[in-house]
C-alpha cells in the first residue's frame, strides 16, 4: 500500500510535473504567441499608419491636380471663348471704346455690350448678335440702357460700309433725345426720326420692306438676304435699325406687327432694337438686362453674371458720325468689275445684238444695256471726273467676257490729251492685249483726220456687209450669219470719246465727218455697226443737237451725276446722282424710261489686267495685236510694215519712195514711185529742219533698201550747215554716196545736168539728195542747171529729192511765178500754209492745211485728187 502510496505519488508527481512543464510550456508559447501579436500589431499599426499618409498624400496630390486641371481647363475655355469672341466681333465690333475706330467688315459680326464675369481674369466679351441675325431688347435701369443702345448703334455703324446701316429713331418721350449724339446723321439720312404717334406708320413700313425684300430673295431661291448677299457678293439693301425707346402698351394691331418684325425681319435686314415696350420672349432675341455693377444679365448668358460697357464717348460718336456722313454725301464706294462678268466666258451669241450688264440697281438687281437694231447706238456724257471713261471700261468688259473676238470687235477713239484706251492695245510694260480690240486711237486731239480715216474704215465695211447682204439677199446681220457662217461679221463697237472734237473746225473734216457719221448712223445698225459716242462737255453734246437727222439715231443715253443735256429737257434725274452711278435710258432721254445703274470701279488697273490677262491667254492663235495710233509718239521708220517688206529686187524700174506714216486705220507709210517720167522728183517744203531731215532720210534708206549695194547711185549736197550733221549721218548710211557741200556742189550738179542731157538713160538710177536747194551757190549757173536737172532727169533715171525752206523759194526754183510747176511731181509740206501751196495744188484752189508740229502735207499729182497728212518718221 505504501508502494501504491508512493507510487501514486511519484506518479501525482510526475504528472504534476508534466502538467507544469505543459503549462510553463503553453506559457512560453502564449507569452511567444503575445510577443508576436504584439509586434503584429506594431507592424500593422505601423503598416496602417504609413498606408493612411500614403493615402493622404495621393488624396492631397490628385486634389492639387484637380485644382491644376481645373484652372488650366477654365483658363483653356476662357482664353477660347475669348478667341472666339475676337473672331466674331473683330475690330470696331469688339474693340475697347478708348482704341476704337470704324473698320468696315465683310461680313455682319456680333457686337460687344461688356464683358462676362467669369471664375478667371481672362477678359471674355459679352456679345450680342444683330446684323442679318436677331434683335434686342434692353431692360431695367433707363440710363444705363441709353448706353447700352448708343454703343450697339455705333459699333453696327462701325462694321458696315458708310450708308450700309440706316437708323430709323422712336422716342415719344424723349423727341430723339437719347439719339442725340448721332445727329449728324440725319443730313444724309443715315438717321430719321418718327414722331409720337408714328409708331404704327413706322412698323407697318418696315413689314412692306420685309415683304419686298422676302420678294428679291425668294426670286433668286434664296433663302435670307444673307445668303443672296454671300452668294452674289453685294448687298444690295441696307441694314434697317429701328430703335424704338418707347413706353406703355401697344395697339393690338402694333403688337401683331411687332410679332411679325420679331419673326421675318432679321433675314431681310430689317432689326428692332427696343427699349421701354414689352415683347416675348423668342427666337432671335436678346434680352438685356441693364444693371450697375456686377448684376446685369444676357439671356443667352444664362446665370452668368455681365459686367456692361460704359457708352461710347461723345468725341469718338461724333467723329464718326461726321466720317460716314462725308461718305454717305460723296456716294458709296463701287461694287468690283468682277460682278458683271459671267461664270463662262465667251459663251453668247452676236447674232441678233449685244447685251450685258453695266451695273446693278439699287435693288442690287444687275441692269443688262442693249446694242442691236434697237437701240442701235448710244450717246454717253457726264463732266470731268464723273466717270465717264470708268463707264466705258465696265460696258467693254462686260461685253468683252461674254462675247468672243469672233462676235465682237471694239476701235476705240480717244480725242482727249491722254492714254485712257492705251490699256487695251500692247505697251512697253504689258505686252497683252484685250482680243476684242483691233485699234486704239490716243492723244488724236489735233489729229482729227484719224477720226476721219476710221469712219472712211468703218463706212468701207458698212458697204461690204451691205453688199453681201444684198448678194445673199437678206437685210439683217443675223441673216447674214446665217447664210454666211464662214465669213467674218463679228458687230462692231466704234467708241470715239470727246467725238465733238471731231465735228468742230467748219471745214472739210467736219463735213464730211457729219456725212459719214449720219450713214453709219443710219445704216449700221442693221448691219451690226453700232456708235458710241462719249463727251464731258456739254457743247459737245450740243454739236449734235442742230444735226436732228444724226441725233434721233442715239436712242441709248447715259448721263453721269450732274450731266446736261443728254438726257430729254425735262428729265433732270442725272442732276442728284451719287458718283459711280448713271442713269441709262433707252428712249433718247424719256424719264419714263429712266433706270439708275451703280457702275462698278472699272479702272482699277489690277483688276482689269487679270481680266485681260485671262481673255488674251483665250485668244485664237491667228488674232493680232490690235493698231496702236498715238498722235504724242513719233513713229520709228524701222517699226513701218511697209519699210520691213522692201528687199532688193533683181529689177527695180520704178522704186518707191517712203515719206512718213499715213493717218490711217492700217499702219502704212506714205509713198511716192519715181518712174522714167517727167515730173517724177519730191519736194519738201518748210523751215522745220529736223522734219525736213527726217523726211529726206526716210526716202533715201528706203530707196537704199531696194537696191543691191552697187545697184544705184546717191548723191547729197548739203548747203545748210545745220543740216550737216544728219546729212552726214545719213551718207554714212548709204551706199556709193558721194557728199558734197558749197565749195564742190557744182561737181555734182554739172554731173547730174549732163546725165540728164544725154540721149540715153543712166545705167543705174542716181538720186540727188539736196539739202536748202533754196541756197545754191554759183549764181544763176547753178540754179539753170538743177531746173535741167528737174526737167529731164527722171526719164534719165536722175531724180532729185529736195529740201526748199518755202514754197516761194521753189517756184523761184523752177523759174519764177510764171513757170510751169510739172517738174515737181510729189511734194511734202511742213510749216508752209495751205495757201502757199495753191501753186502746187491742182484746179483753182489750196489744200485745207494748217501746219502743226511733226505733221506734213503729202501730195503726188499722179495718183492723189487730194493731198493727205502724214507723219514724218524718226529715223535717229
Known amino acids: 500500500m505504501a508502494e501504491s502510496t508512493t507510487q501514486q505519488v511519484i506518479d501525482i508527481r510526475a504528472g504534476l510535473s508534466h502538467a507544469l512543464g505543459a503549462a510553463s510550456t503553453a506559457l512560453d508559447e502564449a507569452r511567444a504567441a503575445y510577443t508576436r501579436a504584439v509586434d503584429r500589431r506594431r507592424r500593422v499599426a505601423q503598416a496602417a499608419g504609413e498606408r493612411r499618409y500614403k493615402l493622404d498624400a495621393a488624396r492631397d496630390a490628385r486634389l492639387a491636380e484637380i485644382d491644376d486641371q481645373h484652372r488650366t481647363d477654365l483658363a483653356a475655355y476662357a482664353e477660347a471663348a475669348a478667341k472666339a469672341a475676337d473672331r466674331a466681333a473683330p475690330g470696331a465690333a469688339g474693340d475697347p471704346w478708348d482704341d476704337w475706330q470704324p473698320t468696315p467688315l465683310d461680313r455682319a459680326a456680333e457686337l460687344r455690350v461688356g464683358r462676362l464675369l467669369l471664375p478667371h481674369p481672362e477678359d471674355v466679351p459679352a456679345l450680342v448678335p444683330l446684323l442679318d441675325r436677331?434683335?434686342?431688347?434692353?431692360?431695367?435701369?433707363?440710363?444705363?440702357?441709353?448706353?447700352?443702345?448708343?454703343?450697339?448703334?455705333?459699333?453696327?455703324?462701325?462694321?458696315?460700309?458708310?450708308?450700309?446701316?440706316?437708323?430709323?429713331?422712336?422716342?415719344?418721350?424723349?423727341?430723339?433725345?437719347?439719339?442725340?449724339?448721332?445727329?449728324?446723321?440725319?443730313?444724309?439720312?443715315?438717321?430719321?426720326?418718327?414722331?409720337?404717334?408714328?409708331?404704327?406708320?413706322?412698323?407697318?413700313?418696315?413689314?412692306?420692306?420685309?415683304?419686298?425684300?422676302?420678294?428679291?430673295?425668294?426670286?433668286?431661291?434664296?433663302?435670307?438676304?444673307?445668303?443672296?448677299?454671300?452668294?452674289?457678293?453685294?448687298?444690295?439693301?441696307?441694314?434697317?435699325?429701328?430703335?424704338?425707346?418707347?413706353?406703355?402698351?401697344?395697339?393690338?394691331a402694333e403688337q401683331a406687327q411687332l410679332q411679325r418684325l420679331l419673326r421675318t425681319g432679321a433675314a431681310c435686314g430689317v432689326h428692332l432694337v427696343i427699349q421701354g415696350l414689352p415683347v416675348p420672349a423668342g427666337d432671335g432675341v436678346e434680352f438685356i438686362t441693364a444693371a450697375p455693377g456686377d448684376h446685369a444679365r444676357m439671356s443667352s448668358a444664362g446665370a452668368l453674371p455681365v459686367r456692361l460697357d460704359g457708352g461710347p464717348p461723345q468725341a469718338v460718336v461724333a467723329a464718326t458720325c461726321r466720317r460716314?456722313?462725308?461718305?454717305?454725301?460723296?456716294?458709296?464706294?463701287?461694287?468690283?468689275?468682277?460682278?458683271?462678268?459671267?461664270?463662262?466666258?465667251?459663251?453668247?451669241?452676236?447674232?441678233?445684238?449685244?447685251?450685258?450688264?453695266?451695273?446693278?440697281?439699287?435693288?442690287?438687281?444687275?441692269?443688262?444695256?442693249?446694242?442691236?437694231?434697237?437701240?442701235?447706238?448710244?450717246?454717253?456724257?457726264?463732266?470731268?471726273?464723273?466717270?465717264?471713261?470708268?463707264?466705258?471700261?465696265?460696258?467693254?468688259?462686260?461685253?468683252?467676257?461674254?462675247?468672243?473676238?469672233?462676235?465682237?470687235?471694239?476701235?476705240?477713239?480717244?480725242?482727249?490729251?491722254?492714254?485712257?484706251?492705251?490699256?487695251?492695245?500692247?505697251?512697253?510694260?504689258?505686252?497683252?492685249?484685250?482680243?476684242?480690240?483691233?485699234?486704239?486711237?490716243?492723244?488724236?486731239?489735233?489729229?482729227?483726220?484719224?477720226?476721219?480715216?476710221?469712219?472712211?474704215?468703218?463706212?468701207?465695211?458698212?458697204?461690204?456687209?451691205?453688199?453681201?447682204?444684198?448678194?445673199y439677199e437678206v437685210t439683217s446681220l443675223a441673216e447674214l450669219r446665217a447664210e454666211d457662217p464662214e465669213g467674218s461679221w463679228p458687230r462692231i463697237v466704234a467708241v470715239i470719246d470727246e467725238f465733238q472734237v471731231l465735228l468742230s473746225g467748219r471745214d472739210a473734216v467736219e463735213k464730211e465727218a457729219v456725212d459719214l457719221l449720219e450713214d453709219l448712223a443710219r445704216r449700221g445698225r442693221s448691219q451690226g455697226i453700232h456708235l458710241i459716242l462719249a463727251s464731258q462737255d456739254v457743247s459737245g453734246i450740243e454739236a449734235l443737237w442742230g444735226r436732228p437727222a444724226l441725233?434721233?439715231?442715239?436712242?441709248?443715253?447715259?448721263?453721269?451725276?450732274?450731266?446736261?443735256?443728254?438726257?430729254?429737257?425735262?428729265?433732270?434725274?442725272?442732276e442728284s446722282l451719287p458718283r459711280y452711278h448713271a442713269v441709262v435710258n433707252a428712249d433718247s432721254g424719256a424719264a419714263e424710261a429712266n433706270r439708275v445703274v451703280r457702275v462698278p470701279a472699272a479702272g482699277d488697273r489690277e483688276r482689269w489686267n487679270a481680266l485681260q490677262h485671262r481673255l488674251w491667254r483665250q485668244r485664237p492663235a491667228e488674232l493680232g495685236a490690235p493698231r496702236l495710233f498715238d498722235g504724242d509718239v513719233v513713229p520709228r521708220l524701222a517699226d513701218s510694215p511697209d519699210f520691213r517688206r522692201l528687199a532688193p529686187a533683181e529689177s527695180t524700174p520704178a522704186p518707191a519712195v517712203l515719206l512718213g506714216e499715213t493717218i490711217d486705220v492700217q499702219a502704212r507709210s506714205a509713198r511716192t514711185v519715181l518712174r522714167r517720167a517727167p515730173g517724177r522728183n519730191l519736194a519738201v517744203l518748210g523751215t522745220r529742219m529736223d522734219e525736213a531731215c527726217s523726211v529726206l532720210a526716210t526716202a533715201a534708206l528706203s530707196l537704199a533698201r531696194q537696191f543691191p549695194a552697187d545697184g544705184a547711185r546717191f548723191s547729197i549736197l548739203c548747203l545748210d550747215p545745220d543740216a550737216r550733221a544728219a546729212a552726214a549721218a545719213l551718207c554714212s548710211q548709204l551706199p556709193d554716196c558721194g557728199w558734197y557741200e558749197h565749195d564742190n556742189a557744182d561737181w555734182v550738179l554739172e554731173d547730174a545736168a549732163a546725165e540728164s542731157a544725154a540721149s540715153w538713160p543712166a545705167d543705174r538710177p542716181h538720186f540727188l539728195l539736196v539739202y536748202a536747194a533754196d541756197a545754191l551757190p554759183g549764181?544763176?549757173?547753178?540754179?539753170?542747171?538743177?531746173?535741167?536737172?528737174?526737167?529731164?532727169?527722171?526719164?534719165?533715171?536722175?531724180?532729185?529729192?529736195?529740201?526748199?525752206?518755202?514754197?516761194?523759194?521753189?517756184?523761184?526754183?523752177?523759174?519764177?511765178?510764171?513757170?510751169?510747176?510739172?517738174?515737181?511731181?510729189?511734194?511734202?509740206?511742213l510749216d508752209v500754209h495751205g495757201s502757199e501751196l495753191a501753186p502746187f495744188y491742182p484746179g483753182a484752189g489750196a489744200p485745207a492745211w494748217y501746219p502743226r508740229p511733226w505733221r506734213a502735207l503729202h501730195f503726188d499729182r499722179s495718183v492723189h485728187r487730194g493731198a493727205e497728212v502724214i507723219i514724218p518718221y524718226g529715223v535717229a
Do not use: C
Not at 171 to 192: K, S
Not at 791 to 815: K, M, N, S, T, Y
Open 134 to 252: 436677331g434683335h434686342v431688347v434692353v431692360r431695367g435701369d433707363r440710363t444705363l440702357g441709353d448706353e447700352v443702345v448708343a454703343g450697339l448703334l455705333l459699333r453696327a455703324l462701325g462694321t458696315a460700309p458708310p450708308g450700309a446701316v440706316q437708323i430709323i429713331g422712336y422716342d415719344p418721350e424723349h423727341l430723339g433725345g437719347g439719339l442725340a449724339r448721332f445727329a449728324p446723321l440725319a443730313p444724309v439720312n443715315v438717321l430719321t426720326f418718327v414722331g409720337p404717334g408714328g409708331l404704327g406708320a413706322l412698323l407697318d413700313d418696315l413689314t412692306d420692306q420685309v415683304r419686298r425684300i422676302n420678294e428679291t430673295v425668294l426670286a433668286g431661291e434664296y433663302t435670307s438676304l444673307r445668303e443672296l448677299n454671300a452668294a452674289t457678293h453685294r448687298r444690295p439693301e441696307p441694314w434697317r435699325i429701328a430703335v424704338l425707346l418707347g413706353a406703355g402698351e401697344l395697339s393690338r
Open 324 to 471: 460716314i456722313a462725308e461718305a454717305v454725301a460723296a456716294g458709296p464706294a463701287p461694287v468690283a468689275l468682277d460682278s458683271l462678268l459671267p461664270q463662262v466666258e465667251w459663251q453668247e451669241s452676236s447674232a441678233t445684238g449685244l447685251t450685258a450688264p453695266l451695273g446693278d440697281s439699287p435693288q442690287g438687281v444687275p441692269v443688262p444695256v442693249t446694242l442691236a437694231d434697237y437701240p442701235p447706238h448710244a450717246l454717253i456724257a457726264g463732266p470731268s471726273g464723273t466717270g465717264k471713261t470708268n463707264l466705258i471700261y465696265a460696258w467693254m468688259g462686260a461685253l468683252a467676257a461674254r462675247y468672243s473676238p469672233g462676235e465682237l470687235a471694239f476701235y476705240l477713239l480717244d480725242f482727249k490729251e491722254g492714254v485712257s484706251f492705251a490699256r487695251f492695245a500692247p505697251g512697253r510694260r504689258d505686252q497683252t492685249w484685250l482680243p476684242h480690240v483691233r485699234l486704239v486711237g490716243v492723244n488724236v486731239n489735233t489729229d482729227r483726220e484719224f477720226g476721219l480715216a476710221l469712219l472712211r474704215f468703218l463706212g468701207d465695211e458698212l458697204r461690204r456687209r451691205a453688199d453681201a447682204a444684198k448678194r
Open 551 to 574: 441725233v434721233a439715231q442715239f436712242s441709248l443715253r447715259i448721263a453721269l451725276p450732274r450731266a446736261r443735256r443728254v438726257l430729254a429737257e425735262q428729265n433732270t434725274a442725272a
Open 779 to 829: 549764181g544763176k549757173g547753178a540754179a539753170e542747171q538743177l531746173r535741167t536737172i528737174l526737167r529731164q532727169g527722171p526719164e534719165r533715171r536722175i531724180h532729185v529729192l529736195g529740201w526748199w525752206r518755202g514754197a516761194g523759194l521753189l517756184r523761184d526754183a523752177l523759174g519764177g511765178p510764171a513757170s510751169r510747176t510739172d517738174p515737181i511731181g510729189a511734194w511734202v509740206a
